[in-house]
């Protein structure tokens, strides 16, 4: 049965004795944009608690990269398996969940909703996945304290500022404890000291958690506190480094 919004496809969690299976595989990903090509034959493997780095030049495919890796974004070829699960084979719906219970994604500007509290912005994977309102709220506190928010719940998103918004969008991308983590330059709307701290943050909770993060950036410090850079260029895999 072709796994949907009503028949989520289940839960990937590796029983013990399977936990070194990878989180992510892409084989030979191709992806152009019209005539533009952005990913030529791609592999790429990740396994749980690791972070990699993905780097390269302007223009080198890495957000495309980001978003065939998280499903936003289907490639023309090759095939990308998440949390055990081909992507290909699941609908937009059925992706969505797979998302929104098992992966954060965390984008450049943290891509909060600017009219609703801060507090239910980090709610909303849980509420959107029919969680009660009083446990997804008592959640959100606890992921904004675990950000330094704790003050900031019951203002709009559009309060805050560029560096707190941006922590507020890692607290949504954490409260739900994600197998996944997958980061578009997280830290480029911010100077260089809230930009350390709020790093510091993703990697040290999500490698509290086990989780694995895959992270775009074209800075080499930000890069060097990975387990692993991955460098692109024009679309392919330049090199890949082992850096820890
Ligand atoms: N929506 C789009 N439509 C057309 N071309 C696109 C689109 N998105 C990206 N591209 C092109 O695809 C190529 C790869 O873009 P991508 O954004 O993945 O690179 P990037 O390495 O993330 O760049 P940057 O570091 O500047 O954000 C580039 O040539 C870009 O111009």
Redesign the pocket.
């Known amino acids: 049965m072709t796994p949907t919004a009503e028949n989520p496809p289940p839960a990937a969690d590796a029983p013990a004795g399977e936990a070194a299976d990878p989180v992510l595989t892409l084989r030979a990903v191709s992806h152009?944009?019209?005539r533009?090509?952005?990913?030529r034959e791609v592999s790429l493997t990740v396994h749980p608690g690791e972070v990699v780095a993905v780097t390269?030049?302007?223009?080198?495919?890495?957000?495309?990269?980001?978003?065939v890796a998280a499903g936003l974004l289907l490639p023309q070829a090759g095939s990308v398996r998440l949390l055990g699960q081909d992507l290909a084979d699941l609908d937009e719906p059925a992706r969505a969940v797979l998302r929104r219970r098992q992966v954060g994604i965390v984008l450049?500007y943290g891509q909060l909703v600017p009219d609703l509290s801060v507090e239910d912005n980090v709610a909303l994977p849980l509420l959107l996945d029919g969680g009660e309102l009083d446990a997804a709220r008592t959640a959100a506190r606890d992921a904004l304290a675990r950000v330094g928010l704790e003050q900031a719940g019951a203002a709009t998103a559009q309060e805050l500022s560029g560096g707190q918004a941006q922590r507020a969008a890692i607290a949504r991308a954490l409260i739900t404890s994600p197998r996944v983590l997958f980061a578009?330059?997280p830290t480029a709307s911010l100077d260089a000291v809230a930009g350390a701290d709020a790093l510091d943050l993703l990697l040290s909770v999500a490698r509290r958690d086990g989780g694995a993060v895959v992270l775009?950036t074209?800075d080499n410090t930000t890069a060097a506190l990975a387990d692993r850079e991955v460098r692109?260029r024009d679309?392919s895999v330049e090199r890949e480094s082992v850096l820890r």
């Open positions: 152009a944009y019209a533009t090509p952005a990913l390269g030049p302007s223009g080198c495919g890495k957000s495309t990269l980001l978003h450049q578009d330059e775009v074209h692109l679309g």
